[in-house]
T-cell receptor, first 112, second 115 residues
C-alpha cells in the first residue's frame, strides 16, 4: 500500500520568506505525484504534478517541487511567499491504485 | 465549465437519519471519486467509478455507506443510518480517466455534521 508523510503540520512564515514543505511517500513502483492547495473556504486545487521527465516541476503561483526518487521525496518550494499563500497544502501520490493517497496536510500561515 | 458540482454544501442531521450527498462530474469525464476529509485522518479515498462502474470501494468505512453512479453525469453517496463520527467534509472529484496522467478536479465539498 502507498502512503504519504508530510513533515510539518503547521508552518508560520513572514511575507517574502522562502518556503519548503516536506513530502515523503512510500511505494515501490512508478508513482505520479501531486501538490494540491486548499485556500480558506475553497475546494482543492492542483498546484503542480509530476508524471515523468524533468524531476523539477513548476506549478502555478510561483511554486515548484523536486522529485528525488532516491529519497522518495517531493518537496514543495517557493522562493518568496505572499500573504495570499495562506492555505492548507496537501501532497498526494498515485501508485498502483487509481485513487489519490493524500498526506495529512500542512497548514501554512503567512504573516504580513 | 462549471467544474464538479456538489450538493448540498452543508448538511446538518441527527444521528440515525439517512444522508444523501450528490455529485455532478465535469462533462466528458469518465472517472469519479469520493473522498472524505477529517481532522484525524485527513483526506481518504472512499470509492471510485470508471464509466459508471464501481472499481474500488475498499475505502468505504462500513456497510452504512453506499455509493451509486446511475449515469455519467450523476453520483450519490448515501449514509444510512448516520452517526456522529461520520461528520466530515465529503469531496467528489472527476477526471478523464482514472489511470494515466489525468488530473483529478475536485468539487467544493459537502460539510456534514451529524448530531
Amino acid at each position: 500500500a502507498q502512503s504519504v508523510s508530510q513533515h510539518n503540520h503547521h508552518v508560520i512564515l513572514s511575507e517574502a520568506a522562502s518556503l519548503e514543505l516536506g513530502c515523503n511517500y512510500s511505494y515501490g513502483g512508478t508513482v505520479n505525484l501531486f501538490w494540491y492547495v486548499q485556500y480558506p473556504g475553497q475546494h482543492l486545487q492542483l498546484l503542480l504534478k509530476y508524471f515523468s521527465g524533468d524531476p523539477l516541476v513548476k506549478g502555478i503561483k510561483g511554486f515548484e517541487a523536486e522529485f528525488i526518487k532516491s529519497k522518495f521525496s517531493f518537496n514543495l518550494r517557493k522562493p518568496s511567499v505572499q500573504w495570499s499563500d495562506t492555505a492548507e497544502y496537501f501532497c498526494a501520490v498515485k501508485g498502483g491504485a487509481d485513487g489519490l493517497t493524500f498526506g495529512k496536510g500542512t497548514h501554512l500561515i503567512i504573516q504580513p | 465549465d462549471a467544474g464538479v458540482i456538489q450538493s448540498p454544501r452543508h448538511e446538518v442531521t441527527e444521528m440515525g437519519q439517512e444522508v444523501t450527498l450528490r455529485c455532478k462530474p465535469i462533462s466528458g469525464h469518465n472517472s469519479l471519486f469520493w473522498y472524505r476529509q477529517t481532522m484525524m485522518r485527513g483526506l481518504e479515498l472512499l470509492i471510485y467509478f470508471n464509466n459508471n462502474v464501481p472499481i474500488d470501494d475498499s475505502g468505504m468505512p462500513e456497510d452504512r455507506f453506499s455509493a451509486k453512479m446511475p449515469n455519467a453525469s450523476f453520483s450519490t453517496l448515501k449514509i444510512q443510518p448516520s452517526e456522529p463520527r461520520d461528520s466530515a467534509v465529503y469531496f467528489c472529484a472527476s477526471s478523464l480517466l482514472a489511470g494515466g496522467q489525468n488530473e483529478q478536479f475536485f468539487g467544493p465539498g459537502t460539510r456534514l455534521t451529524v448530531l
